[in-house]
């Protein structure tokens, strides 16, 4: 019990560095206060709650008008069909099998609570980038980067359709790809306010988008010590 309270805390923390707001409860009265009092966008529930069967609580939850709505995520052991059944039964959305990896996380979440769900993750980082390299010196950019693109921030946007070349200096390993102008954006503009342009790689050496992915995941889990092995 001990143990899967540790693992939801760990859980708590890489759901922060995707940029969600959490509160975390280790018992279902905290819980129940807590939701009373800010009706979550999400929750991401265990088996094994100190005072309370957690089916229980799942169901007193959806028999209170002002709860009723709120969507679960349940927290199973490995591999175990039996529980994956109740708790679909019971309400929930989804079910993670423990040890859960941070991409089935992500895109379990983001399938939840996003009315347009992302399926790669993406995070926010300073590094530096060569743009068009046979002309452009190396800047060192504001960015949100997934293995499938990135948001550059930039004073001067190119135009949508615009192809661009890039080099991305990934901790030192130098990133070449050829990416496209989706969408640009104004100051004030998008989440961040920020002038920019959303890219899409339209070429990538397969080796050059497994090392993205490998630097978002080592960068979210960057501090962080699960109690239980990722898969």
Do not use: W
């Amino acid at each position: 019990m001990d143990g899967d309270i540790r693992y939801g805390g760990y859980l708590a923390k890489i759901l922060k560095r995707f940029d969600y707001q959490i509160y975390t409860a280790t018992t279902a009265r905290e819980a129940l206060e807590s939701v009373i009092t800010v009706v979550p966008s999400l929750v991401i529930l265990s088996l094994n709650l100190k005072d309370m069967d957690s089916f229980k609580f799942m169901q007193g939850l959806k028999k209170n008008p002002m709860t009723a709505g709120i969507p679960f995520i349940m927290l199973t052991r490995q591999d175990d069909q039996r529980e994956e059944t109740k708790s679909f039964l019971s309400g929930a959305l989804d079910c993670l099998s423990v040890p859960v990896s941070v991409e089935r996380l992500y895109r379990s979440v983001q399938t939840v609570v996003e009315t347009t769900p992302r399926t790669d993750i993406r995070i926010r980082m300073l590094l530096p980038v060569k743009i068009n390299k046979t002309t452009d010196a190396e800047r060192t950019c504001m960015l949100d980067i997934s293995e499938r693109g990135l948001f550059l921030a930039s004073s001067e946007p190119s135009a949508v359709s615009t192809s661009l070349n890039l080099l991305i200096n990934l901790n030192g390993r130098l990133i070449p790809a050829e990416a496209v102008v989706l969408h640009k954006n104004e100051n004030g503009e998008g989440p961040y306010l920020q002038a920019g342009m959303g890219l899409q790689f339209i070429k990538i050496s397969p080796p050059d988008r497994a090392a993205i992915q490998q630097f978002i995941k080592e960068e979210i889990l960057r501090g962080i010590s699960p109690d239980i092995p990722l898969q």
